[in-house]
């Protein structure tokens, strides 16, 4: 059995890019602007580390117009999803202490 860490995700595991999918997880499609703001980085941060989920294809953009202006969509792919899922159990399991062994009773 190896240690739950063999399970992270390295595209999800950074911070930013963590935070990122743990907003998508909860929503069907997130704006933007609106992501932007909740994971507090700047607009070039997130395109890039967007850009990053997109071609792990964990992520999908879309872009859409309202009046003059176009706006861009984000959503959780299927595969996202459960990368994602399997991530945050690979965490619980670590923080859980799952690969360490029972204490013997003397």
Same mark, same amino acid.
């Given at each position: 059995?190896?240690?739950?860490?063999?399970?992270?995700?390295?595209?999800?595991?950074?911070?930013?890019?963590?935070?990122?999918?743990?907003?998508?997880?909860?929503?069907?499609?997130?704006?933007?602007?609106? @992501?932007?703001?909740?994971?507090?980085?700047?607009?070039?941060?997130?395109?890039?580390?967007?850009?990053? @989920?997109?071609?792990?294809?964990?992520?999908?953009?879309?872009?859409?117009?309202?009046?003059?202006?176009?706006?861009?969509?984000?959503?959780?792919?299927?595969?996202?999803?459960?990368?994602?899922?399997?991530?945050?159990?690979?965490?619980?399991?670590?923080?859980?202490?799952?690969?360490?062994?029972?204490?013997?009773?003397?």
């Amino acid at each position: 059995m190896s240690h739950p860490r063999s399970r992270l995700d390295e595209v999800i595991h950074s911070p930013v890019r963590f935070s990122i999918v743990a907003a998508l997880a909860s929503a069907t499609s997130v704006e933007f602007r609106v @992501l932007r703001d909740l994971v507090e980085v700047s607009d070039s941060v997130l395109s890039k580390q967007i850009a990053t @989920l997109e071609e792990a294809e964990y992520v999908a953009v879309s872009k859409f117009r309202v009046g003059r202006r176009t706006r861009t969509s984000l959503t959780l792919t299927a595969g996202g999803r459960k990368a994602f899922e399997q991530h945050v159990r690979a965490l619980r399991d670590i923080a859980d202490g799952v690969a360490v062994p029972p204490a013997e009773n003397p």
